[in-house]
């Protein structure tokens, strides 16, 4: 066979549909001529080309954030709980968030199905007592819930812990009797009213919204700001500052009380799927049976605040998980000078950073909420874990965004969201420098506080 004949017969292997397909691009008669004219050798070369085999194309590692299999170590129950999450958040939410988070709304079609799925159970009993590894299952749950969307398990928090805890720690048994079934099976929703316009940091110290007893009823007044889930909440808890003895102590506001009005705070940056309310209190009346029996000062509120850090913790994990995942499937993926990105080398070292922080971040939150489990964490342990996932988080959103250059800033492309989610989490559930001075005064034995 000649050459000519033996690249034809190469040609006639070939899939018609994909010769047809060629011969609209490239004019097959006039190749053929012009390959005629070659060389004997190079004909060859040219045969054995078209008909080589075509490779298959190599499979790239699945992204995986959990590169040390912390999860292994887990219990099944643990695993399940988190595996749950993960099916939830990337069927459930993950096709409607952009949208939402656009809005500026919280989809209230998830209430129905995170109820089905029974995980405050995990975390807490019936009587305000918690579960023996409710931290780290609740750290589990954070972690899935940010890896897709933040927002989520802000909504999950507020409710779950903050709220939760507040009845938990301070409702009689009457009370927890009352509103925990119902804030378990999130028959209710609930949210937490602390910080207030001129009192974030402060708050300890500047609390300016007032409770006045006036028979069997208190009468509130006061401002709250940023409150989480507060716009459509059922209850609503908040705190005030007793005139008569000057301590803050918690109330149980019900939706639709007179004198409690709420307003979205709208064009936030970040979180944009949580609604976030401003609380005017007007002579608002409520009564004694709804004040919160066992918090009878700023002690309680800031027992529930330290049993929530470590979940807020957990939040910069899953955030920069997500973000890191996001990023190195993108560098797999994405094409430029003819080879994907994640093969250069200066892509690579970021990944690897990012996969370094999300590593460290995630070994130590869960060292912590295995220390909350057992009753070893103090305030400084969730201060330190909090200060050191969110600047890691930071720190990794910003090199994940990067990575998809001109795609990073589009919401379509997932990692825009947990870049700007990100600066939420810094600054919030105490921000970086309170709890860095809540460190540095343990370490040191010396307060920098003002
Ligand atoms: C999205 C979002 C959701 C939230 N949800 C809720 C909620 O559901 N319920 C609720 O009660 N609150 C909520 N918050 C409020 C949150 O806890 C406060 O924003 C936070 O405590 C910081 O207070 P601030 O914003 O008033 O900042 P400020 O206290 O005014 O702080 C401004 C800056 O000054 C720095 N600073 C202040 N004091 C010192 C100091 N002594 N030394 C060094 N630096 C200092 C701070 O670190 C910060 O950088 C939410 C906030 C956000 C952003």
Not at 132 to 153: K, Y
Not at 291 to 312: I, K, M, S, Y
Not at 328 to 345: E, H
Request: charged content about 20%; hydrophobic content about 40%.
């Amino acid at each position: 066979m000649t050459s000519t004949s033996s690249l034809q017969a190469a040609l006639s292997q070939l899939d018609p549909a994909k010769l047809e397909q060629l011969s609209r691009t490239i004019d097959l008669p006039a190749l053929l001529n012009a390959a005629a004219g070659l060389p004997e050798g190079q004909l060859r070369q040219l045969a054995g080309a078209v008909m080589a085999p075509q490779k298959p194309a190599k499979a790239l590692p699945e992204p995986n954030g959990d590169f040390f299999g912390l999860l292994n170590t887990l219990t099944p129950a643990q695993r399940e709980v988190a595996a749950a999450a993960r099916r939830f958040m990337e069927t459930e939410v993950a096709p409607i968030m952009n949208d939402h988070w656009s809005r500026d709304e919280f989809p209230q079609q998830l209430i129905p199905r995170l109820r089905e799925l029974n995980l405050l159970r995990r975390i807490w009993n019936e009587d305000g007592s918690r579960t023996p590894d409710a931290s780290v299952v609740e750290g589990l749950l954070t972690q899935e819930f940010c890896r897709v969307d933040v927002s989520t398990a802000v909504f999950f928090g507020v409710h779950a812990g903050l709220a939760a805890a507040s009845i938990a720690l301070g409702g009689s048994d009457a009370q927890k009797r009352e509103w925990l079934p119902k804030v378990l099976d999130l028959q209710v929703i609930g949210a937490f009213g602390l910080t207030e316009p001129e009192g974030g940091s402060q708050v300890s110290r500047g609390l300016h919204t007032t409770a006045r007893r006036d028979g069997d009823a208190w009468v509130l007044n006061g401002r709250k700001k940023w409150i989480g889930n507060s716009t459509f909440s059922d209850f609503t808890v908040i705190w005030a500052r007793d005139v008569a003895d000057d301590q803050v102590k918690g109330f149980l506001v019900r939706r639709g009380t007179p004198g409690y009005t709420v307003e979205k705070i709208q064009g936030k940056i970040a979180l944009r799927m949580v609604e976030n309310g401003e609380i005017t209190l007007t002579d608002c009346r409520v009564p004694d049976t709804d004040r919160l029996q066992n918090a009878p000062n700023f002690r309680t509120t800031a027992d529930v605040l330290r049993l929530t850090r470590a979940g807020v913790a957990w939040q910069g994990v899953g955030c920069a998980m997500g973000a890191y995942e996001l990023a190195l499937r993108y560098a797999q993926t994405r094409q430029q000078f003819g080879k994907p990105i994640g093969s250069f080398q200066l892509v690579q070292n970021n990944l690897v950073h990012m996969l370094a922080n999300v590593t460290a971040m995630q070994t130590l939150c869960l060292r912590l909420s295995q220390m909350e489990d057992a009753g070893q964490m103090r305030d400084e342990h969730a201060a330190l874990a909090k200060v050191m996932t969110a600047a890691r988080c930071r720190e990794t959103v910003a090199l994940a965004r990067e990575t998809f250059g001109g795609n990073g800033i589009l919401l379509e492309h997932g990692v825009a969201k947990h870049f700007c989610d990100t600066e939420a989490i810094y600054s919030y559930e105490g921000t970086n420098e309170i709890n860095t001075l809540v460190v540095g005064r343990a370490v040191t034995g010396l307060s920098a506080f003002v």
